[in-house]
């Protein structure tokens, strides 16, 4: 009887031990990351998610966040509101509390009330919309909103003597390009020029880029403004090469990836385009980040996956500085901070959680991005 | 204390431990070294999986780049025009589900014809394409990375061949390349995680599309891809947060690299059938050895029950030999010792049996013999059983005359006399001493006791000769009869011991039927003795005291202290009445110390008062003497009074002498020493050997009364009391004589020329106001 009892004490000491030692474990920290990885529009969301795994890889090698390791859930958005707000449910069931994404404007209408609604903390490296400006939520962009980059480019188009714009404008990332047209135009109504033409397209259903060219030449305008991705604006700058006009084409920082030099080849030479990366920067930590993703991916870092490493960056100084998990807490002390430094230049979050970034002049020349000074 | 756990038990868990710990051993040892063939050998077919599909891989890319070629040749002939060239394409593209599409690009890298059509991109530049500069550059065949195609928005890979100052371009579908290698992956099982990735690690075919269509990339793709080239072992990484292990093989015809992955869970999982038959064929075996160990068992186990069945019997008391025919050697042994060690506990039982049962001297049986078989009796018979109690009546005189040894040789011959008797029922048993019980059953009327009485008589009658000397012995006997008298064994004892006391009083050889009378002489014997123990302590005791006078001078020469017992229901007892009981309780001793304490300081008092130096005399008993405190107790009293120890005499008779002479010797020397005086009472009444008058150390010989009482009845009594005196005198001795009645016998004394009288003629034994008022007359006389 007593051996039993013995034998009983030691199986139940040895299963309490191990029961200890499970629950004193640390459980890893699990963050989401939304964006569109696939369909033709995937590129920023893959740069995106490619600068993330390296920012995640860093924490982890010098020990997690609070001691936690670093895990993250990814999801395809498709560049769809309805697939991201699924998706977002989706990791708010699996108990994730931050998600870095989505990488588009068009998502916030959906999603952001439901991460608004379950107290989520969204940190996004890409969504730029003037309407996601100036609003106590639970959402934070480390990129400027829409208007600093409407002001600089409608700038830019009125100092190289832009008058009669013709505007084409992508129509599924809406609150992003047509937000910005509006400002561009309230901007150039502002100077004395205006948008004399304006025609919306919608990407991947295979857009009638030629007929859209031609008739915005149709115009008679002296300035080209197409707000769209990377190979949409690449293709209908090959419209203009093969029409062989000579009109100034302005893009938008949305198409500043080294995609559109792959797709426009010649057809993109000497086009404006503001960029939101200092491709000339010395700083060491870019030249360190830039090496790395050179050889990790075999290919330049883009603006998205630098903001997207950013905006990792500065969820996990938080979570680190407040020493807690809480998307409340951590927020607060994004906001907190407000002075962030960024891989190029610091990164000013104001209270609403909306950042301030520095924005460059950039024209494609001999096939390269080349900043204007 | 040492465990105690069953045997049976015991051996099986033995048993079973004995073939499971070898076994889990040897699992523990070959077990990893299993694995480790396993792990190598899967990774040889990982490997060869790896190797087969990058073959399988580059000939796709062989078979695609060979559709480019004929495409040149095609070109070349100028056997196409555009249109032409765009249906041929078209066609391509429709029977092969890998081609998405074709382009002819100029020098300038514009697109001169596209297939399928797109307005859109014909014209276009794609100076800026690697595969266009890249391929014309190089004159080479090239593989672009993996992009997402705009047409189709699916991942897509560009193959290019330099044409003419062109290029011919196709656009792969890395769904078809995925199922290639997804089709063979799924001919060597889904233990296999199978993965292509390009010259980035980027992803071109994986088990799980998403990762193709997400463009991921191999983590940690450079690493493992260097380690694996360059260590060419076992290579692990982790994969979808599980260490596998990898298996890598080369694209030949493209920066393109197979990877095989496999968990090492997968191959223990291949194992867990096998350890599923290993654990059964182990359980198996267990149960076969408990059914073994149990068969061993019984046959052990019936070798126990016979042996503890047949201990138990000779726990019982059956001293039988135990069958030591057993089919085990051991037990074989175990049993014969056994056996032996039964043999040994039986003699000894039976040495045990007699010296517990029987008396050595005469090998009668004794008391305990007596008292078990008595019960016995008692308890299975209902007819009458009578108890003889014999005593030898003089036996205490023929220890004392021929010595101890001589008596002990008489109970021989006496046991050997009685062992001879034809006993028709019953025993004989000696008890102690001198004193045999026989035991008579079955008895129908008293007359039967009466004739064995004779019988034991005629036996006895002869005379017993030892070492020369002649002896006749004598029995005085009590009889008690069961259930008249009593009951129980012990009240049979103990009225048959009456009976006897009775048969010796009423004097030689005499017998007693018990009576109701003794039984009340036994009840207030016991009452006294009870009561006796706290007489003491309840001052029931005093003392008298009998005038001693000297004959010459008519003067007082002392007082005899006599000891009165004062029972508050019994009354005033005598001493003869409760002596023998102190003596026998040894309460004899606290009374005597009691005695002489008070008679001491009585003395001292009375000598004060008149003035003189007279002496006490106090008796002694022999139980007293052998009290080793006995010296220091008349010391202390004589200390602690003040009396002069000339003036104490202590009294005592002859049978003191009789246990141990020297002793007491001894004890009066020392008394002596300090002036003492020692006087012997009752001189004449018992054995009275003249030959240790000579040698006691005495001062002072006591006459008994009875010579008084018969000195003027017989003139020879006279005389006997005047050669005493005289020789006593010669002995130099001073005399009292005892039980002066009358005045004739104190002035016949007188002419004896005795030194002291005691008795009634001058005064009964005093208490102490009588005293007082006899040495007042005493005074009064004296001054006239």
């Known amino acids: 009887m007593n051996t039993d009892r013995r034998i009983s004490g030691l199986v139940i000491f040895v299963i309490w031990s191990l029961f200890m030692t499970a629950c004193t474990q640390q459980q890893p920290l699990i963050i989401g990351f939304s964006a569109g990885l696939t369909g033709s529009a995937s590129e920023m969301g893959v740069n995106g998610r490619n600068g993330l795994m390296m920012a995640v890889e860093e924490i982890n090698a010098v020990g997690g966040v609070n001691g936690r390791h670093v895990e993250v859930r990814v999801k395809d958005d498709q560049n769809n509101p309805e697939i991201a707000l699924a998706m977002d449910q989706e990791l708010y069931q699996e108990g994730v509390s931050f998600i870095i994404g989505h990488m588009t404007s068009n998502m916030a209408k959906l999603s952001l009330p439901f991460i608004n609604d379950n107290n989520l903390l969204m940190i996004s490296p890409t969504m730029s919309s003037y309407e996601l400006v100036n609003q106590d939520d639970h959402f934070i962009s480390v990129v400027s909103s829409n208007d600093v980059e409407a002001k600089f480019i409608a700038a830019n188009i009125l100092q190289n003597g832009g008058k009669q714009i013709a505007v084409i404008y992508e129509s599924q990332n809406k609150a992003y390009t047509s937000t910005i047209k509006d400002l561009i135009a309230a901007d150039l109504a502002a100077n004395g020029a205006r948008i004399s033409y304006e025609e919306s397209f919608e990407s991947g259903a295979n857009p009638a880029y030629q007929e859209i060219a031609k008739r915005l030449l149709e115009s008679q305008p002296d300035a080209i403004l197409i707000l769209a991705s990377s190979f949409d604006s690449a293709m209908f700058s090959q419209q203009f090469y093969k029409l062989e006009t000579q009109l100034p084409i302005y893009l938008s920082l949305w198409a500043m990836n080294n995609d559109l030099i792959l797709q426009g080849g010649d057809a993109v030479e000497g086009v404006f385009i503001p960029s939101l990366l200092d491709t000339e920067s010395q700083n060491p930590a870019y030249l360190n980040f830039r090496a790395a993703y050179l050889n990790q991916f075999n290919a330049e870092p883009t603006f998205a996956s630098i903001y997207s490493y950013e905006a990792a960056m500065i969820l996990f100084t938080a979570m680190k500085t407040a020493k807690s998990l809480e998307p409340e807490t951590v927020k607060a002390a994004i906001i907190e901070k407000g002075t962030h430094q960024g891989l190029q230049d610091k990164i000013i979050i104001d209270e609403y959680g909306d950042a301030s970034r520095t924005l460059y002049h950039y024209i494609i020349q001999n096939g390269q991005f080349t900043k204007v000074d | ?784």
């Not at chain 2, 899967?42 to 559709?67: G, V, Y």
């Not at chain 2, 514009?110 to 890249?134: H, L, M, T």
């Not at chain 2, 599980?242 to 694209?251: F, G, T």
């Not at chain 2, 089919?327 to 032996?340: A, D, I, P, V």
Request: negative net charge; charged residues 20%.
């Open chain 2, 1 to 784: 204390m040492k465990k105690r756990r069953k045997l049976k038990n015991y051996i099986q868990i033995n048993n079973m431990l004995s073939i499971a710990i070898p076994l889990l051993l040897v699992a523990l040892i070959i077990a990893p070294l299993i694995f480790n063939v396993a792990v190598k050998d899967i990774h040889k077919k990982n490997n060869i999986i790896a190797t087969t599909i990058a073959q399988r891989m580059s000939d796709f890319i062989d078979e695609s780049f060979l559709m480019l070629v004929q495409l040149s040749a095609l070109l070349d002939a100028e056997v196409l025009n555009d249109a032409d060239t765009v249906l041929y394409l078209n066609s391509v593209i429709q029977s092969y589900d890998n081609f998405e599409g074709f382009e002819i690009l100029d020098g300038n890298g514009i697109v001169k014809v596209i297939a399928p059509e797109n307005e859109n991109i014909r014209g276009a530049n794609r100076s800026s394409q690697n595969f266009f500069f890249e391929t014309k550059a190089s004159q080479q065949a090239t593989i672009s990375q993996t992009f997402i195609s705009q047409q189709t928005g699916q991942p897509t890979i560009t193959i290019a061949i330099p044409h003419r100052d062109g290029v011919l371009a196709a656009y792969l579908n890395l769904k078809e390349i995925s199922l290639v290698s997804l089709n063979l992956n799924k001919a060597f099982g889904d233990q296999v995680t199978v993965a292509v990735t390009d010259g980035n690690g980027v992803y071109i075919s994986n088990n799980d599309i998403e990762k193709v269509y997400q463009r991921e990339s191999a983590e940690k793709f450079s690493s493992i891809h260097q380690e694996v080239e360059v260590a060419g072992k076992i290579t692990t990484a982790e994969y979808d947060g599980k260490i596998m292990m990898i298996s890598h093989a080369d694209v030949k015809n493209g920066d393109w690299h197979v990877f095989v992955y496999q968990t090492y869970d997968s191959i223990l999982s291949a194992f867990r059938p096998r350890l599923g038959i290993v654990l059964l064929f182990v359980c198996l075996l267990i149960i076969f050895s408990r059914f073994v160990s149990r068969h061993v068992f019984k046959d052990i186990n019936q070798s126990f029950s016979e042996l503890n069945q047949q201990t138990r019997e000779i726990a019982a008391g059956d001293y039988r030999r135990i069958d030591a025919d057993n089919r085990f050697e051991e037990f074989t042994t175990l049993t014969e010792n056994f056996n032996g060690m039964v043999t040994s506990i039986k003699e000894r039982d039976e040495v045990l049996k007699t010296l517990a049962y029987f008396d050595p001297q005469t090998g009668l049986p004794n008391a305990v013999y007596l008292t078990e078989q008595l019960n016995q009796l008692i308890l299975n018979n209902r007819s009458k059983i009578a108890l003889i109690c014999y005593d030898i009546d003089n036996f205490k005189r023929i220890n004392e005359t021929f010595g101890p040894s001589f008596g002990d040789q008489v109970l021989r011959v006496m046991g050997e006399r009685i062992l001879k008797m034809q006993l028709t029922s019953g025993f004989i048993a000696r008890i102690t001493g001198s004193n045999f019980i026989r035991v008579l059953t079955e008895i129908d009327n008293p007359n039967q006791v009466l004739s064995e009485i004779e019988k034991l008589r005629q036996v006895f009658n002869q005379g017993i000769t030892i070492n020369e000397n002649n002896i006749y012995v004598h029995f005085h006997v009590g009889i008690t009869l069961y259930p008249d008298d009593a009951q129980t064994v012990e009240e049979l004892l103990q009225y048959a011991h009456a009976a006897a006391d009775m048969a010796k009083q009423r004097g030689k050889s005499q017998y007693a039927f018990f009576e109701s009378t003794m039984k009340m002489n036994l009840v207030r014997n016991m009452a006294l003795e009870n009561s006796l123990r706290s007489a003491i302590k309840n001052e029931q005791f005093y003392l008298q005291y009998q005038p001693q006078i000297d004959v010459r001078s008519g003067a007082l020469r002392g007082f005899e202290a006599l000891i009165r017992w004062e029972h508050p229901q019994l009354g005033k007892i005598p001493p003869l009445d409760f002596i023998h009981i102190a003596e026998s309780t040894g309460l004899i001793v606290p009374i005597g110390a009691w005695v002489m304490e008070i008679a001491c300081k009585k003395m001292v008092d009375l000598n004060k008062a008149t003035d003189s130096n007279m002496i006490i005399s106090v008796n002694i008993s022999p139980v007293q003497i052998n009290n080793d405190h006995f010296p220091t107790m008349v010391e202390d009293a004589l200390k602690d009074s003040g009396l002069a120890p000339d003036l104490l005499e202590l009294e005592i008779t002859e049978n003191l002498f009789i246990h141990s002479f020297e002793g007491a010797i001894k004890i009066f020397d020392r008394l002596k020493a300090i002036g003492v005086k020692i006087s012997l009472d009752d001189f004449g009444t018992g054995y009275s050997s003249l030959a240790y008058l000579k040698k006691l150390p005495i001062d002072t010989l006591k006459i008994d009364q009875a010579f008084t009482r018969d000195m003027l009845i017989e003139q020879s009594n006279a005389h006997l009391m005047e050669s005493i005196i005289m020789m006593a005198h010669r002995l130099e001795l001073e005399v009292i004589v005892e039980g002066v009645e009358e005045v004739e016998q104190y002035d016949c004394l007188k002419s004896y020329r005795c030194d002291h009288v005691q008795g009634y003629f001058f005064s009964r034994p005093l208490d102490d106001c009588m005293l007082e008022l006899f040495l007042r007359c005493q005074r009064e006389n004296s001054s006239r």
